[in-house]
């Protein structure tokens, strides 16, 4: 499997020589962008620039994957097959095998009390008047713009294995029938999810980039970059919780469990770093009414950084019964607004307390929630 690491490397090397020699071995056909290096035939793998028989070469196909809750990755030395690992599931978890996460057992994952049966409805989200490509597999369907047909097959394939994660992630299954992505070309990016539905709009070019096999290698990786996990995490949410919890959760787990963006939560500010660079922000008062506009994203990054001080300080396990308590008892005169000091108190004592401990408001102080 190429990484993207390796692609970076081999992207600069192979424009400074030639690009694609055309070994046997290598699939010019098959480049994300002209200075690319190209993809493997299947039974090799990327090494630098060249293209080597997988049998004969160790590759970490563990790294950078996740194998879930109860989940460990194993991967054999010079598999014919490049990119394949198992997940081996400890007990009380089912799924695993090759290239399957693992998941908590079918009696321990619990549904949201209002559990929701009904089918998700598509509306038109996006004015761009295209002819749409549908493609559907069990409770999974996928719509894209007919210009980019073959990206509705790509998603439909990574789906399931994202939402498996989701759902591992946050100890309970999703509360609607059928799992619908729409994707539609839009002036501007334009991620929602209405009705448990995920939409997601985006320029033209960004299409261009995902219409790359390529670009799909590694699922989730993908899942967390292209705010698809993002967005599904909402599908999964109880209505009865403030934006920032909802917001904070989604951003961690699209951010920092799949896209692998690092955060490094300090006690007044957070660095965070992508591939290419780190930049520092201020926290964001998460109690604060009127975070809208130009500062959104710090609001969601501060989020992030909330239950990642959480996640951090506190066994996953734990962390999980929250979100279960969030789902199975809602406190629902919260509503979503007002985001009052006493709103927020009434969440952190009814969802986090019992199940982590009183220290948990030292914890979050510095994002502005306070037990008084
Ligand atoms: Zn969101």
């Given amino acids: 499997m190429l990484n993207l690491f390796d692609c970076l490397v081999c992207a600069l090397v192979v424009s400074m020589l030639t690009a694609c020699a055309g070994e046997p071995t290598e699939d010019c056909t098959n480049k994300v962008g002209a200075d690319a290096p190209c993809a493997c035939d299947d039974g090799y793998v990327g090494v630098g620039t060249r293209c080597v028989d997988g049998d004969e070469v160790d590759i970490d196909e563990c790294a950078g994957v996740s194998c879930g809750d109860g989940g460990n990755c194993t991967h054999a030395i010079g598999e014919s097959t490049p990119g394949n690992y198992t997940c ?20 321990d994952v619990i549904c949201p009390i209002t559990d929701v049966v009904e089918d998700p409805v598509v509306v038109r989200r996006f004015q761009d008047n295209d002819l749409e490509h549908e493609v559907t597999e069990g409770r999974y369907r996928v719509i894209v713009p007919l210009d980019y047909a073959s990206i509705a097959d790509d ?3 990574i789906l399931p294995q994202c939402e498996t994660y989701i759902e591992t992630f946050l100890g309970y299954c999703r509360p609607w029938s059928k799992s619908i992505v729409h994707l539609g070309v839009y002036g501007s990016t334009k991620s929602k999810v209405e009705n448990g539905v995920v939409y997601l709009g985006r320029l033209a070019n960004v299409f261009s980039n995902w219409i790359h096999r390529d670009y799909w290698g590694q699922v989730t990786r993908i899942c967390g970059e292209t705010t698809l996990a993002h967005e599904t995490v909402h599908t999964f ?23 692998e963006r690092i955060y490094q939560c300090n006690e007044t500010d957070m660095e965070i770093c992508s591939d290419t660079a780190c930049t520092t922000y201020p926290y964001w008062d998460l109690s604060d009414n009127n975070w809208e506009g130009g500062n959104k994203h710090l609001y969601y990054k501060t989020g992030a950084c909330f239950w990642k001080i959480l996640t951090d300080a506190y066994d996953t396990n734990k962390l999980r019964d929250v979100t279960r308590s969030l789902a199975a008892a809602p406190l629902e005169e919260v509503g979503v607004f007002p985001f009052s000091p006493e709103t927020n108190a009434l969440i952190i004592n009814h969802h986090f307390v019992p199940y982590l401990d009183v220290n948990v408001w030292q914890k979050i102080a510095r994002f502005g929630i306070s037990d008084n």
């Avoid at 403030?242 to 961690?252: D, F, I, N, T």
């Fill in 237 to 259: 949410q109880t209505p009865h919780a403030p934006a920032w919890l909802k917001e904070g959760q989604a951003q961690y787990l699209a951010d920092v469990v799949l896209g």
């Fill in 155 to 157: 998603l439909l394939a």
């Fill in 88 to 107: 081996v599931c400890a007990s009380g978890y089912e799924g695993g095998g090759l290239t399957t996460p693992c998941r908590m057992a079918e009696d």
